[in-house]
């Protein structure tokens, strides 16, 4: 079976972009395949953060993977700070990058432009996620639109690091759903909907209840027209919810359009369809905040699977890297 690895940050509330665009699909390949699925707290450090905030975002993320579908059983879900083999190979990891590179990093290009602190971290962090990648022998990563170049870069690392020193990593593919790929925020639909954005009325989160979905589509930005067209340059709100439609009732978009005429009937339709499909993930995800002793155990059973693979591949880093044995 191929292995498939994916991370997801506890930084905020989970939105429907990180549902469509990610875990959907998480979900739908751990069936088939040898699946490896990681809360990444160590890449929640790269940004100011507050410790209590970090925590409770860490297991709650945790029992909100399990809620939308991730099975801890059968799959391997753990917490990335509970394995001290994601530090030590990101090191290994940054000495085989080039700075050059790094600074090609669009989200590192973003992200630093709207802070005051750019912390080294932030500068290096594609070179933990390498880490992340290739400690598991990933064949695939599923992940959204906006991780394209991180996992072409993460390739990369791994061909130099094998021509150097031997083979030793397997070199993924990113894996791309065809929609929902790129939700956009409901206010700025210029923008990608994120985590950092929530409590803005442009994300709709996970856990927000039928009447708040209601209106945050209801009050979502269109334009001056009248016309239902999926056409992402000239009409990019619009076509946002066309996306949010057809990929929650699996349709193309552009499918999705047919039988409304207005734009109310749409943000009406798109926001039936989404609540339709959060309502079993918020009653799963009640019943599992009611026992934390359980998300906990669960948690240390991944950690323990992760660990048997992991560190195999850093004995095999240390090897070839020539570090003396201990
Ligand atoms: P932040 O806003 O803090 O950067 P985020 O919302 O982008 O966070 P991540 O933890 O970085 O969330 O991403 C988890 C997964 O969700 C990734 O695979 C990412 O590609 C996907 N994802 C995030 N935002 C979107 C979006 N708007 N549309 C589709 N996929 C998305
Ligand atoms: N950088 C990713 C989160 C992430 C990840 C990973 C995704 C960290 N490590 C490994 C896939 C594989 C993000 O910002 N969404």
Redesign the pocket.
Same mark, same amino acid.
């Given at each position: 079976m191929a292995r498939i690895f994916?991370?997801? &940050?506890?930084?905020?509330s989970? *939105?429907?972009?990180?549902?469509?665009?990610?875990?959907r699909n998480w979900v739908a390949m751990q069936s088939e395949h040898s699946a490896v699925y990681c809360v990444?707290d160590l *890449?929640?450090l790269t940004?100011p953060h507050d410790p209590d905030e970090l925590r409770k975002a860490t297991l709650s993320l945790s029992q909100m993977l399990i809620a939308v579908g991730i099975d801890p059983e059968q799959s391997t879900l753990f917490v990335q700070s509970h394995l001290h083999e994601h530090a030590e190979c990101a090191w290994a990891m940054e000495c085989t990058a080039a700075v050059g590179e790094l600074r090609r990093m669009t989200?590192f290009k973003d &992200?630093s432009d709207s802070s005051d602190f750019v912390s080294g971290g932030l500068f290096t962090y594609p070179a933990l996620q390498t880490a992340d990648i290739l400690l598991y022998d990933t064949d695939q990563v599923?992940?959204?639109?906006?991780?394209r170049q991180h996992i072409e870069l993460a390739r990369d690392i791994a061909m130099r690091f094998n021509s150097r020193f031997g083979q030793t990593f397997v070199v993924p593919e990113a894996v791309i759903p065809a929609t929902?790929?790129?939700? @956009?925020?409901l206010q700025h639909p210029e923008n &990608? @909907?994120? &985590?950092?954005?929530?409590g803005g009325q442009g994300t709709i989160l996970l856990l927000d209840d039928p009447a708040t979905i209601e209106k945050k589509f209801k009050r979502a930005v269109t334009d001056s027209e009248t016309e239902i067209r999926f056409d992402p340059d000239t009409k990019p709100g619009v076509s946002n919810l066309l996306s949010i439609l057809g990929a929650v009732t699996g349709q193309e978009p552009a499918a999705a359009a047919s039988g409304l005429n207005r734009y109310g009937d749409l943000k009406a339709a798109t926001a039936e369809a989404v609540i339709e499909l959060l309502g079993p993930i918020q009653a799963c995800y009640q019943e599992l905040t009611a026992d934390p002793a359980e998300t906990s155990r669960l948690m240390t059973l991944g950690a323990n699977k992760a660990r048997t693979v992991a560190s195999a591949t850093m004995d095999r880093v240390r090897t070839n890297l020539g570090l003396l044995q201990r």
């Open positions: 994916s991370g997801i &940050k506890p930084t905020g989970v *939105h429907l972009g990180n549902l469509l665009g990610a875990l990444v *890449h929640a940004v989200q &992200k599923p992940v959204g639109e906006d991780q929902g790929a790129r939700v @956009m925020d &990608k @909907m994120s &985590k950092s954005e929530a």
